[in-house]
T-cell receptor
Framework: QKEVEQDPGPLSVPEGAIVSLNCTYS??????FMWYRQYSRKGPELLMY????GNKEDGRFTAQVDKSSKYISLFIRDSQPSDSATYLC??????????FGPGTRLSVLP | EPEVTQTPSHQVTQMGQEVILRCVPI?????FYWYRQILGQKVEFLVS????????KSEIFDDQFSVERPDGSNFTLKIRSTKLEDSAMYFC?????????????FGNGTRLTVT
């Protein structure tokens, strides 16, 4: 079993839709969770980070962590064509290195 | 907002040649990293660096790779004798410290093409 798994997509949605992106992980020691957005041929850009179970909201983005299920989600409300990118989840335990999921490619169609 | 900068944005080299990829991490950050992303694949950890020494490295980071912080601002990745399979995007990243509230901040990468 891979340490962090994501559905690679591509995921295509119409503009204005609510998008749900998900990661599952196997290592229960992970305590700290991040979502990155990566445009083609650019570096990953930090969107959200959290270290507790529950929800964290920032504008159109909501990050959700369920440690008991080892499952994290990123919701994008009112999706825009500019949200079209690859979304990477990442996680770590204290003092250890970050582990990335393979990414989900999202296309928001105008 | 402070950012990680990388140069060059694209480097083409012949197999067997040495390349040096350069990075300027965010100025008050203490931990530095190199990651690699082969086209269409996941972001892979290469090496982390703290207090002027390597703190962790992956299996990818073999004897052909080395890192250096030659001065107070630059952080470099050297590949001594490039192979075709070294062709990838190389990302430098930095964090403020090793705490939970210290996410990775990435540069925009150097695209390395080995011919």
């Amino acid at each position: 079993q891979k340490e962090v798994e994501q559905d690679p997509g591509p995921l295509s949605v119409p503009e204005g839709a609510i998008v749900s992106l998900n990661c599952t992980y196997s290592n229960s020691a992970f305590q700290y969770f991040m979502w990155y957005r990566q445009y083609s041929r650019k570096g990953p850009e930090l969107l959200m980070y959290t270290y507790s179970s529950g929800n964290k909201e920032d504008g159109r983005f909501t990050a959700q962590v369920d440690k008991s299920s080892k499952y994290i989600s990123l919701f994008i409300r009112d999706s825009q064509p500019s949200d079209s990118a690859t979304y990477l989840c990442a996680m770590r335990n204290y003092g250890q290195n970050f582990v990335f999921g393979p990414g989900t490619r999202l296309s928001v169609l105008p | 907002e402070p950012e990680v900068t990388q140069t060059p944005s694209h480097q083409v080299t012949q197999m067997g040649q040495e390349v040096i990829l350069r990075c300027v991490p965010i100025s008050n950050h203490l931990y530095f990293y190199w990651y690699r992303q082969i086209l269409g694949q996941k972001v892979e950890f290469l090496v982390s660096f703290y207090n002027n020494e390597i703190s962790e490295k992956s299996e990818i980071f073999d004897d052909q790779f080395s890192v250096e912080r030659p001065d107070g601002s630059n952080f470099t990745l050297k590949i001594r004798s490039t192979k075709l399979e070294d062709s990838a995007m190389y990302f430098c990243a930095s964090t403020l410290d090793s705490s939970y509230n210290s996410p990775l901040h990435f540069g925009n990468g150097t695209r390395l093409t080995v011919t």
